[in-house]
C-alpha cells in the first residue's frame, strides 16, 4: 500500500497528518454551500489544505503504516523517506505528483509549491454517502401570478367611507369647541380688562355672576353707605386747642363712634328742635358727630332726658350734623366743663370756632 493510501485513511479521523521531511495535511469543517450557477448542492465536509512548513514528524503516519503492513517504526519511517523522495524528485522535474483520494501537487512558474485537493472525496464521517445534488431552477409563470393579484384585489372587500367620516366630523366638532372656549375665554379677558381700567376701584370679581345681579348691586349698595357712615363718623374734627386736656385720645374717638352706632341701631324718634347757635359762644363739648338728621335728633333727646338740657345740635360741617353738651365763651370754662362731662362717664371733645 502505498503512502498516499495511509494519508486518506487518516484524514477521516485526524485534523491533521504530517509527513516529515515534506509537510502537512489540514482537514477543516466545511459547511453545506449552494452554487448559484451550476444550480448544486454540497453536503457539509472537510476541507483539505497543505502547509509545507509542518515537517517535524508527529509519529501519527509512521506508527499507522507500522500497523496496517506489519512493519517496524523504523522501515515504517524508511518507507516514508522514499516516498518524500520520489516527490521531490518529480517536483524538481516539473511533474505533477497525484496523491490517490487526496490531491495534486505542483509547482507554479514561481517554484512556490500548489496543492488542489479533490472535490468528490468527503472526509466527514456525519456526511458519508451524501453527493452533491443538482437541482433545477423554477420556472414562475407570471401572468398567472398577475391573474391571482388581479382576482385577490377583486376579491378583497373595500373599506367603507363611513368611519372616515365619523372620524372627519369628530376633528371638526373638536375643533369648533377649541374655537368657541378660546373666543369665551378672550371676550371674558378682554371685558374684565376694560372694566378694570374704566373703574378699578369699583370693580369687583363677584360683579360679573349673571345669576345674583340683584342680590350684588344691593349689597355693593348697602355696603358703600355703611362705609360712607363709618368714615363720617369716624373722620376726625378740627379741634384749635394746645391744652393738653382738650385733646381727644384715639380711644374716645372710638368710643364716640361705638356710641353713634348704638344710637343708630336704637329706634329714631322725630325731635323737632330748632337747631339755634348760641352768641358769643366759642368753644363747645362734642358728644358725637352724625351723618343723619334724625340719627343726632335721637342724641339729642337722650341727653336732654340724662339731664343735660342744654345739648343741642350745631350745624358747622358740611355733611355731619355735630350734637353739643354746652357752649362756653372762654377755653378755661370748656376745659372745667369737660371733665364735669368727664366724670358722669361720658366722652366728648372741645370744637373751636
Known amino acids: 500500500m502505498k503512502v ?10 485526524h485534523d491533521c497528518v504530517i509527513v516529515p521531511s515534506f509537510g502537512g495535511f489540514l482537514a477543516s469543517y466545511q459547511h453545506a454551500t449552494l452554487h448559484p450557477t451550476q444550480h448544486v448542492v454540497s453536503p457539509p465536509s472537510k476541507k483539505i489544505a497543505f502547509n509545507i512548513f509542518l515537517k517535524q514528524n ?73 453527493g452533491a445534488i443538482q437541482y433545477l431552477p423554477v420556472k414562475r409563470d407570471h401572468s398567472k401570478t398577475k391573474a391571482e393579484k388581479q382576482l385577490k384585489e377583486i376579491m ?27 373666543v369665551v375665554a378672550s371676550a371674558f379677558l378682554w371685558l374684565s380688562f376694560n372694566l378694570y381700567m374704566i373703574a378699578p376701584r369699583h370693580f369687583n370679581l363677584s360683579s360679573l355672576n ?27 374734627v378740627p379741634v384749635e386747642t394746645t391744652d393738653a386736656a382738650t385733646t381727644v385720645p384715639v380711644e374716645q374717638n372710638e368710643n364716640i363712634a361705638m356710641n353713634a352706632t348704638e344710637e343708630n341701631a336704637q329706634p329714631v324718634l322725630a325731635v323737632h328742635e330748632a337747631a339755634s347757635e348760641p352768641a358769643g359762644k366759642k368753644y ?69 370756632r
Open 284 to 352: 363747645f363739648i362734642i358728644g358725637g358727630a352724625f351723618e343723619l338728621r334724625e340719627n343726632a335728633d335721637a342724641f339729642v333727646k337722650a341727653l336732654h332726658a340724662e339731664g343735660f338740657q342744654e345739648a343741642q345740635i350745631l350745624d358747622t360741617m358740611k355733611h355731619l350734623k355735630m350734637v353739643c353738651f354746652n357752649g362756653f365763651s372762654t377755653r378755661s370754662e370748656a376745659v372745667a366743663g369737660l371733665d364735669r362731662f368727664k366724670a358722669s362717664n361720658k366722652n366728648g371733645w372741645i370744637y373751636a
Open 210 to 236: 349673571p345669576f345674583s345681579s340683584k342680590n350684588n348691586t344691593e349689597v355693593s349698595q348697602k355696603s358703600v353707605e355703611q362705609s360712607a357712615n363709618q368714615q363720617a363718623i369716624i373722620s376726625p
Open 4 to 13: 498516499d493510501h495511509h494519508i486518506s485513511e487518516l484524514l477521516f479521523d
Open 156 to 182: 378583497t372587500p373595500r373599506p367603507s367611507m363611513r368611519p372616515e367620516r365619523k372620524q372627519e366630523v369628530l376633528r371638526k366638532t373638536s375643533t369648533n369647541k377649541t374655537l368657541r372656549t378660546i
Open 58 to 130: 508527529d509519529g501519527l503516519l509512521a506508527n499507522h503504516i507500522a500497523g496496517r503492513e506489519k512493519l517496524s517504526y523504523t522501515d515504517a519511517l524508511k518507507q516514508i523517506d522514499f516516498f518524500v523522495n520520489q516527490c521531490q524528485q518529480e517536483l524538481s522535474d516539473g511533474k505533477r505528483i497525484i496523491l490517490d483520494k487526496v490531491g495534486l501537487l505542483y509547482f507554479d512558474s514561481e517554484k512556490n509549491l500548489q496543492f488542489e485537493p479533490f472535490k468528490n472525496m468527503n472526509y466527514l464521517r456525519e456526511a458519508f454517502g451524501l
